[in-house]
């Protein structure tokens, strides 16, 4: 990924880890282990659990400290209540963007032909 690839990313990687938890409760490997699962090979580990203190912080997700066979508990997020509204904020951010974009990127391929 560019550089530019990597600054967009930034910018939505919370509402990506939202709707991670949206789908399921998980933990800060779990989650970082997905994102490079879908092609997100340069996001650093240490970017997500600064990410999922920060919702922590701002009340969007739950927190259980689930025993771990490898050593201490581990941090299970659940999406909770203020959590979904958020995800639900940025999904309608996410595709008015996404809308005018994909009008801007026809207009600009309209004047090409």
Do not use: C
């Amino acid at each position: 990924m560019g550089r530019q690839s990597t600054e967009m990313l930034k910018g939505v990687l919370e509402g990506i880890v939202l709707a991670i938890l949206g789908r399921r409760p998980a933990y800060g490997y779990e989650i970082t282990a997905w994102l490079r699962e879908q092609g997100f090979a340069e996001i650093a580990e240490g970017t997500v659990y600064a990410l999922l203190v920060r919702i922590e912080q701002r009340g969007l997700v739950d927190v259980e400290k689930v025993p771990s066979e490898k050593g201490p508990p581990r941090k299970v997020y659940t999406l909770n209540a203020q959590g979904a509204d958020q995800l639900e904020e940025f999904w309608g951010t996410w595709s008015f963007l996404a809308d005018r974009l994909d009008q801007l990127h026809a207009e600009d391929d309209q004047k090409e032909n």
